[in-house]
């Protein structure tokens, strides 16, 4: 079984740029979720998705970050300035419905904001 | 108070040593427990779950304390390989939402 997929996994952009992050979750997978993590810290939720309905956006900095997930499958970070402070590996991972099912991360996209 | 805190670490043991970390968390309406292990530039994965019974698994044993608001995990026979980052994770509540500790890093000497 495919795991989920990230992509870029490395990016480099100046401040007041924009950047984009990708995610495939695992098949069939209905909730997926964006997680910051910060070197040093525990990751930190963003958005947790069901299907294409966000569930839980309440740390996701709104006036910079946005995401969707269209179609309930694929889904895409976006950051609209980058400030320095974003730099941090962006994880997506994804989980069947029911209870109890094990949350699976991607491997992240670290972002370094120069 | 952050909601899931952690032993600061870092922890450097020899081989054969046993290891234990301790977490607290804030949320009493917390319903599931869990440690990742997360190895350098690598992303988390599900070591265990924490039960209130008590659990184990092989060389790993996890306890939760709902009183106390307290989960430990003890390693046994520490090996090289046990090196890592662990992260203790609660569920706090119906939307299956994971919040980490800041993780404690572990490493075990030769």
């Known amino acids: 079984e495919a795991g989920v997929a990230q992509s870029p996994r490395y990016k480099i952009i100046e401040k007041r740029q924009s950047v984009a992050f990708w995610c495939n979750p695992i098949s069939g997978h209905a909730t997926l979720y964006w997680y910051q993590q910060i070197l040093g810290q525990g990751p930190k939720l963003l958005i947790q998705f069901q299907n294409n309905g966000v569930v839980d956006d309440s740390q996701l900095p709104k006036d910079r970050f946005s995401a969707e997930r269209l179609k309930g499958v694929d889904s895409t970070l976006k950051i609209q300035p980058a400030k320095l402070e974003d730099s941090a590996v962006y994880l997506c991972?994804?989980?069947?419905?029911?209870?109890?099912?094990?949350?699976?991360f991607g491997p992240g996209t670290r972002l370094t904001v120069t | 108070r952050k909601e899931v805190e952690q032993d600061p670490g870092p922890f450097n043991v020899p081989e054969g040593a046993t290891v234990a970390f301790n977490c607290t968390y804030s949320?009493?309406?917390?319903?599931?427990f869990f440690w990742y292990r997360q190895d350098c530039r690598k992303e988390p994965k599900l070591l265990m779950s924490?039960?209130?019974s008590g659990n184990e698994d092989g060389r790993f044993t996890a306890q939760l304390n709902r009183a106390s608001q307290y989960i430990s995990l003890l390693i046994r026979d520490s090996k090289l390989s046990d090196s890592a980052t662990y992260l203790c994770?609660?569920?706090?509540?119906?939307?299956?939402?994971?919040?980490f500790g800041k993780g404690t890093l572990l490493t075990v000497n030769p």
């Open positions: 924490v039960y209130s």
């Open positions: 994770v609660a569920n706090g509540g119906s939307n299956y939402k994971l919040t």
């Open positions: 991972a994804s989980r069947a419905s029911g209870r109890g099912y094990e949350q699976y």
């Open positions: 949320n009493s309406a917390s319903q599931s």
